[in-house]
Structures are given as C-alpha cells and as structure tokens.
C-alpha cells in the first residue's frame, strides 16, 4: 500500500476528506454534512457533537477505503466560530458560527461610544500574557 495523506475541510456546511498521494492523485474522498439552527432572527448555531461525528466519519471512510492508516493529516477551517467551554474543553453552548449576528447592537454600543478601541487593547494586552502554547 502506497503512503498517502488525509486533507481535511471542516467548513460551514460539511467537512470534507480527501486521500492524496505523494503525487497529489486522489485516490478517494467522502463528505458528511450537517446542519445550522435558526432558533431565532439573527441567529446561526450548529452542534459541535454533529461536526465532530462528521470529522470522525470522513476519516473512517477514507481509512476504510485504503486500507490501511494515513502517513499524515492535515486540517483547514476558516469557521469563525465561538464556543464556550468547560475546564475539560467540553461544550457549554452551541457553536455560534460565523452568521451568527445576535451581537450585533453590542457592536454598534462599542464602536458610538467609543469602547472598542480600549477593548481591543485590554485583550492584546492579555494574549501578551498567555503562556506560550495556550
């Protein structure tokens, strides 16, 4: 068996996995897709356990098709997205992606009275103390 690499797509809609040989030839490929919730105006929440499911599905089926595990894989996801979680990383809220617009008169607060540019400083000046690899 040949060694190949699994690139994987987590995206809004799907994540996506494909089988790429050191030519750059698929050899195969499979895609699950999930859903967004609406629950009301302005809002866009999508459950992590299902992306998750989808994740792990793409790669079981591209493994399963070769035969054999990957020599290496690599991730993309331009999701913006926020979630908050638990001291163990489990979720606490849906995934509010990217379309998510609820915040949006926060925003507009910040930016007429002048807050954000001061907020924007206060949180550079925090990641500055995070220790390296947190």
Partial sequence: MQP?????DIGTGSTKALAIDG??????SAQQHYSTAHPQPGYA???PE????AFVQCVKEVVD???APPAVISLSSCMHSLMAVDDRGMALTPLLNWA???SESVVEDLRSGGDAEDLYAATEQGLKKLPVGA
């Fill in 100 to 102: 998510d617009a609820r």
């Fill in 4 to 8: 190949y690499v699994i690139g994987i």
């Fill in 23 to 28: 030519s750059g030839q698929v050899l195969s």
């Fill in 45 to 47: 929440e999508q459950n």
């Fill in 65 to 67: 098709e070769r035969g």
């Fill in 50 to 53: 299902e992306i998750w499911t």
